[in-house]
């Protein structure tokens, strides 16, 4: 896939959500408003956006947020988005994670 500027592009940051089990000021600012649930997109969806991405040569995901793993069922999205390893369309599949 090549971007407006003639880029290669290879790699994907996708946030699963805005919410987050710490309140770091650096990250969320006091007055800040979460977006309602209606407006966050479906674990899915978020398979079908990162797949479509995947087929377009996108070789390194980066699942992020707010705090990924406080999303329900966030597990599933990394199983299915794992099969795009098993079969070396995508080389990584990572996360990023407060660690708590």
Do not use: Q, W
């Amino acid at each position: 896939m090549i971007d407006p500027f003639g880029r290669h592009v290879s790699y994907l940051r996708i946030s699963v959500t805005d919410r987050c089990d710490f309140r770091c000021h650096y990250c969320m600012s006091e007055d800040m408003t979460f977006l309602p649930k209606t407006d966050v997109l479906s674990l899915e969806e978020l398979d079908r956006l990162c797949s479509a991405f995947v087929r377009k040569g996108v070789k390194k995901l980066r699942i992020t947020g707010g705090e990924p793993l406080v999303r329900r069922n966030i597990m599933s999205l990394f199983r299915n988005l794992g099969r795009h390893l098993e079969t070396g369309a995508l080389e990584e599949l990572t996360l990023t994670t407060n660690g708590s």
